[in-house]
């Protein structure tokens, strides 16, 4: 059974930074490429960026050069680090694989 689990959310300040991760279980996550999402309320799913399975990373021009996406492939891990975070930036954020996705974890950039 796949599973995706995502942690590190929180509250933080505007301009604060936070680093999620996303862990898998189930599947050889090493040869994978993982996709980092989010939605905000009232909002459809945004696709923030992803991660190939060598390592080759791509964002959307929203985040790009604020938000870098790495894996630890040893620890069936990929993590989205966060900085200069902005109040837009409030929203539930979920790692997908392929058809799996985690439940998701929640971010609140908030003064």
């Known amino acids: 059974q796949v599973k995706l689990v995502e942690s590190g959310g929180g509250l933080v300040r505007p301009g604060g930074s936070l680093r999620l991760s996303c862990t898998a279980s189930?599947?050889?996550?090493?040869?994978?490429?993982v996709n980092w999402y989010r939605q905000a309320p009232a909002k459809e799913r945004e696709l923030l960026g992803s991660?190939?399975?060598?390592?080759?990373?791509t964002y959307a021009g929203s985040v790009k050069g604020r938000f870098t996406i790495s894996r630890d492939n040893a620890k069936s891990t990929v993590y989205r680090q966060m900085n200069t975070l902005k109040p837009d930036g409030t929203a539930v954020y979920y790692c997908n694989v392929y058809k799996y996705w985690g439940q998701g974890t929640q971010v609140t950039v908030s003064s």
């Open positions: 991660i190939t399975d060598d390592g080759i990373t």
């Open positions: 189930g599947i050889f996550l090493a040869i994978k490429t």
